[in-house]
């Protein structure tokens, strides 16, 4: 099964982010946004194609870990559009953190280590960089009037505490990913 840890914002939050994808996605055919606001979340750590009796033993094991550390509930602000690129093309709309990054990475940090525990290593290809996904892009798009559109958007600030993670299974069909939560982690 296809696995990986996320954070999910409130479902205020979420209904408020789907609303600027609604305005935005009939300018942008050539953009694939998400098209369930039950699924925005924050990947923490994406651990790929996984059995499920190691889905069972990472559970348990980050069950126990996280029993045994102090991990605060912290805040996180969302504010501001920007793209993830590839060969010089955007290629992910993502809403960036402005408050809380420093705390995410810590719990990346506590999920690695609790992740070798079970003797699972996860890919380190590219540099930490938590973001709330809202759009994959799949072909060359007017960005200029993309970025004026977002602009509208730019000053809306999206604020919540974390209390929580969730070990999440996702499945993907030709309408999109559907996510299970299979375990949720509540933090002190």
Known sequence: MRVFFAIFPPAEIQLEVSEII??????????????NHNNLHLTLCFLGEVNENKVRQIKQSMLNYFNNIS??????????????????YPKVLYLSIREGVENLRQLKINLDNGLSKV????????????????ARIKSRINLITL???????????????VNSFSLVQSILTVQGANYIKLQKFKLE
């Open 71 to 88: 991990f605060k509930k912290f805040n996180v602000s969302l504010n501001g559009f920007k793209f993830l690129t590839a060969k010089g």
């Open 119 to 134: 003797k699972f290593a996860v890919e380190n290809k590219q540099k930490f960089v938590s973001h709330l996904t809202l």
């Open 147 to 161: 970025q004026e559109k977002l602009q509208n958007f730019n000053k809306k600030q999206f604020n919540f505490q």
């Open 22 to 35: 609604n305005n935005l996605q009939n300018n942008f055919a050539e953009i694939k946004w998400l098209k």
